[in-house]
């Protein structure tokens, strides 16, 4: 299958030095309310990758739930893949692929869990649903089928019946505390604006990138 016909300009806007805030996170919350604004499907959806002890990368797509000058946080089964890695190497890159706007941001930071009562807080806050998910689901285990997952569900049904749902021993959240953002506006010819921020002892520095 060759694709090379699949091409598009991009020509909606541009980025430039004087457009940016010069606080990265600020930056980042004014790009987000507009991806918002444009009614995008889920624009907190953001690629995580890491890699493990190996050097092997993974990534997948998980949704930020909170995002301040904290950092980036996001929740997830302690077990899975993405946990082992983390618990190998924090450190983690971040995409948010806005598309539709012909824009992306990259972030690259460390991740550490976050505190428990938080994730607690956050659990408590989840649709009946989504808490129940929680608990039937081993992330990334083998499973022999459907029907398995939805007969565990059942009995989590039955057995959380009439009462709260607890936050699970092996669920929790990630915070992942930025050095380095990325903003990236898609221009015509391939010459992308890109501006990447950095952090250097406590302040931001910002440079353009050559597309």
């Not at 089964?77 to 190497?89: E, F, P, V």
Request: hydrophobic share 35%; aromatic share 12%.
């Amino acid at each position: 299958m060759k694709l090379e016909h699949l091409r598009k300009e991009y020509l909606s806007t541009s980025l430039n030095r004087d457009d940016l805030r010069e606080d990265p996170y600020d930056q980042f919350q004014h790009w987000f309310q507009q991806a918002r604004a444009a009614d995008l499907i889920e624009p907190n959806a953001m690629s995580l990758a890491t890699v493990d002890r190996d050097g092997s990368p993974s990534i997948r797509t998980v949704l930020l739930k909170t995002v301040d000058h904290e950092g980036f946080v996001f929740f997830t089964n302690k077990q899975s893949q993405k946990a082992l890695d983390i618990a190998s190497n924090p450190c983690v890159a971040l995409l948010f692929p806005w598309l539709a706007l012909e824009r992306q941001v990259k972030v690259i930071g460390k991740s550490e869990a976050v505190p428990k009562e938080q994730a607690r807080s956050y659990f408590a806050r989840r649709p009946r649903g989504s808490q129940l998910g929680a608990w039937v689901s081993h992330q990334s285990s083998v499973v022999s089928s459907r029907t398995e997952l939805e007969g565990r569900l059942q009995e989590l049904i039955d057995q959380f019946a009439d009462r709260e749902i607890p936050l699970p021993d092996f669920w929790g959240g990630y915070r992942v505390k930025p050095y380095s953002f990325e903003f990236w506006q898609g221009r015509s010819n391939r010459l992308h604006d890109r501006f990447r921020y950095t952090l250097l002892d406590g302040t931001w520095s910002i440079d353009r990138l050559a597309p």
